[in-house]
């Protein structure tokens, strides 16, 4: 069964960082893309950041991240510890939201991925972040 649970979040002050993390479980990461996305109450759940499975010759495939955090996000994963990241730097009062990760596998070779949430199929329960001073 798969299985997916963050943790990291909490409260920090506008510039400051934020280490999120995803434990997965009953699957192979190697095969599954994986997304992060975010949602405020009352607004639709936004993709954040997404990296594709591997085809065997990398680690990962390909990454992608929403234009409000390119620059200050970075996705990453531990295959061994089947744990998936999202790094956060120069945080902003409005990146307060529960982020969420979530995960689709892929067909072997493809290693692009989306941010579209209809494209993922399972999801964890999610993990407070919020920024303020």
């Known amino acids: 069964q798969v299985h997916l649970v963050e943790s990291g979040g909490g409260l920090v002050q506008p510039g400051g960082s934020l280490r999120l993390s995803c434990a997965t479980s009953?699957?192979?990461?190697?095969?599954?893309?994986i997304g992060w996305f975010r949602q405020t109450p009352g607004k639709e759940r936004e993709g954040v950041s997404c990296m594709g499975s591997s085809d065997g010759t990398t680690a990962y495939g390909t990454t992608a991240y929403a234009n409000s955090v390119k620059g200050r996000f970075t996705i990453s994963r531990d295959n061994a510890r089947n744990t998936v990241y999202l790094q956060m730097n120069s945080l902003k009062p409005e990146d307060t939201a529960v982020y969420y990760c979530a995960t689709v596998k892929q067909e072997f070779g493809v290693t692009t991925c989306n941010l579209e949430r209809s494209e993922y199929r399972h999801w964890g329960q999610g993990t407070q972040v919020t920024v303020s001073s």
């Open positions: 009953g699957f192979t990461l190697n095969y599954n893309a």
